[in-house]
């Protein structure tokens, strides 16, 4: 057996395949990468996350009892890094039968067009089947999912938050944190 995959057997994390994210009150939030289910997706997350693309961007869009949404350099919901030479990503479903949308769960946000996914995520407050099979599944959040819980929500169905005070204050693929 491979020194990783000792270490995954013994349940340390795969630290290539792990997220940690920083928001405000020392709030750290890890979150496991699905590789399994969306190669594409994950591959991109940590490209813009090791090039330092999400940081400091708003979550401005959050919705109680549903999700919190970033990665928007812009914090208007029509955002992305096509201008620096990020072209959208082909979707990549899963079926409900292998991975739904539960609390913790991290997904693209995308236009209608179901490839349009480029650098916005969200985080689910709680399940929501309806987003099952419709959405890019590219993470699952396994500590620190109370501070996500803490972050303004927004106003109105839309769940728009004007000025968003909560940002994502950085992001790294613990792979490239010394241990």
């Keep these: 057996m491979s020194e990783t995959n000792e270490a995954e057997a013994q349940g340390a994390p795969d630290r290539e395949n792990t997220l940690i994210m920083m928001l405000k009150d020392n709030g750290r939030v890890v979150i496991q990468l699905r590789p399994d289910l969306a190669p594409l997706h994950v591959e991109r997350v940590k490209t813009l996350t090791r090039q330092g693309l999400y940081d ?14 970033g990665g928007d350099p812009t914090g ?10 990020f072209s959208d990503v082909r979707a990549e479903f899963s079926p ?7 609390r913790g769960t991290c997904g693209m ?7 349009s996914a480029n650098s916005q995520f969200f985080i ?21 999912m109370e501070f996500v819980d ?3 929500r927004g106003a109105g169905g839309s769940g728009t ?11 790294k693929v613990l792979a490239d944190i010394p241990a």
């Design 56 to 69: 400091n961007t708003p979550f401005h869009r959050v919705i109680e009892g549903f999700m919190a949404q």
């Design 96 to 102: 409900p039968a292998r991975a739904r949308f539960l």
């Design 161 to 171: 938050v004007a000025n968003p005070p909560d940002r994502l204050i950085s992001m």
């Design 76 to 85: 208007t919901g029509t955002g992305g890094f096509r201008d620096r030479g």
């Design 150 to 152: 803490r972050i303004k």
């Design 109 to 115: 946000a995308r236009s209608q067009d179901p490839n």
């Design 124 to 144: 689910m407050f709680a399940p929501a089947s309806s987003l099952d099979g419709q959405y890019t599944i590219w993470g699952q959040v396994t500590a620190g």
